[in-house]
C-alpha cells in the first residue's frame, strides 16, 4: 500500500490562495506618472487603504505552516518517523525553479543596464535571507526581487521546522505530539516580544523573520488541533451559518477599518496574531465544517487561478516593474481612468497569463518529479 500523499489537500483552500492574492497586487498595482494625480488626496486615501498587501502574506504564512505540519505529522503517524530530504526536494521542487528565475532575470537586467537599479549582495538571495537584509538595509532595488523576501522567511521556516521534526520524529509518539504545540506557542511568544521592542521600527516589523513567526506558530497549533484534538473537530462540525456568518464579519470589519484601528501601538504590536487568528478559523471552517461543502461550486471558479498564485505572486511583480519603467517614457497613467481601471486591469491581466504559461510550460513537468520523493509502504 502506498502513503496516501493527498490525505492533507483541503480543496477549498486552492481558491483562497488566489483570494489572497489580491490584497497583494491591489497595494502594488495603482502606480502613476502624473505627479498631480500622485499627490491628489483621493489617490493618498485609496493607495493608503489599500495598503493592505501584509495581510494577504500574512494569511499564506499560517496557510503553509498549517499545512506542512500537517503533512509531517501525518508522515509521523503512519511511518513512525519522518523523511526530511524527501520533504526538502519536494518543497524546493515548487519554490526553486520560479525563485532563482527571478533571480537570474534580476541580474541579466541588472547587467545589461536594461533596468540600472542596485542589487542586494547575491549571498542574501542564495542563502535566502533578503527579509533580513531589507530589515537592515531597506529595499530600494529592483521590485520584482524585493517580493522575494517573504520567499525567504517561507524556506526558513521550511528549514528549521523540517528538520527539527526530522529529529523530533525519532521521539514516541507523546513527546512528538507534546513539543509541536510547546513549540507553536513559543513561536507566537517570540514573536509578540520582538514586535513589542522594535515597534517603532517598520522594516523589522515588516520584513524580519522573528515578526513573522507568530503566523507560523498559529498554523502549527491550528494543525497540531485538526489531528490530535477531537473536540476541535466537533466544534466546526457544529458551526452553523450564523458562525461562519460572524466570522466574515469581523474579517471584512477588519480589513474595512484596518487602516483606522492599526495606526496604534498596540493594535500594531498583536496587528499579525490578530489577523492570524482570523485566518486560521477561516481555514479550520474550509477544511473541517460540512457546511462549506456545498459552496465547492463558488470556489471552482478561483480554483486554477490558486493553483497559479505561486506564479501569480512573482510575475505580478515583474509586470509592474516593466510597467513602472515603460509610464515614465510613455502616457500610459497620465488619466485617473488609466491609472485606477484601464491598467490594473490589464496587468492583473497579463500577470494571469504570464503565471498560467509559466505553470503549464515550466513548472508543471518540474512538479510531476515531486511523486518520486513520497514515502511507499
Known sequence: MTYNKDAVYFPLLDATRFVAFIPVFLTHCFITSNVEIENALWFKQVTHFLNIGLLGLDYFFVLSSFLITRIIIEEKNHFNSFNFKFFFVRRSLRIWPLYFLMILLGYITYYSGILNN????????????????????????????????????????????????????????????????????????????????????????????????????????????????????????????????????????????????????????????????????????????????????????????????????????????????LMMHFHIAEHSWQVMFLNPIFMLSLSILLASLSYNYFEKPILALKNNFYRKD
Not at 533578503?130 to 524556506?155: K, P, Q, R, T
Not at 521546522?161 to 514516541?172: H, T
Not at 505530539?177 to 514573536?191: H, Q
Not at 516589523?205 to 506558530?217: D, E, I, K
Open 118 to 325: 542596485s542589487l542586494p549582495p547575491f549571498i542574501s538571495f542564495a542563502s535566502f535571507t533578503l527579509n533580513l537584509y531589507i530589515s537592515n538595509h531597506g529595499y530600494d532595488f529592483l521590485f520584482f526581487l524585493v517580493i522575494l523576501w517573504s520567499i525567504s522567511v517561507e524556506e526558513q521556516f521550511y528549514i528549521f521546522w523540517g528538520g527539527f521534526l526530522y529529529f523530533l520524529s525519532f521521539n514516541s509518539i507523546s513527546i512528538f505530539k507534546a513539543i509541536i504545540l510547546i513549540v507553536g506557542f513559543l513561536f507566537i511568544l517570540i514573536s509578540l516580544m520582538y514586535r513589542y521592542t522594535h515597534n517603532q521600527n517598520e522594516l523589522q516589523l515588516y520584513f524580519h523573520t522573528l515578526s513573522v513567526m507568530g503566523n507560523f506558530g498559529v498554523g502549527i497549533i491550528l494543525a497540531w488541533l485538526s489531528v490530535y484534538s477531537k473536540v476541535f473537530l466537533r466544534l466546526f462540525d457544529q458551526f452553523t451559518s450564523l458562525h461562519i456568518g460572524f466570522i466574515v464579519f469581523v474579517i471584512v470589519f477588519s480589513i474595512v477599518f484596518y487602516t483606522n484601528i492599526f495606526i496604534f501601538p498596540l493594535a500594531v504590536w498583536i496587528e499579525r496574531m490578530y489577523f492570524s487568528i482570523i485566518f486560521a478559523l477561516i481555514i479550520a471552517v474550509l477544511c473541517f465544517s460540512p457546511r462549506v461543502k456545498e459552496w465547492q461550486k463558488f470556489f471552482s471558479p478561483f480554483n486554477y487561478l490558486g493553483k497559479i498564485s505561486l506564479g501569480l505572486y512573482f510575475y505580478h511583480a515583474v509586470v509592474i516593474t516593466i510597467f513602472s519603467k
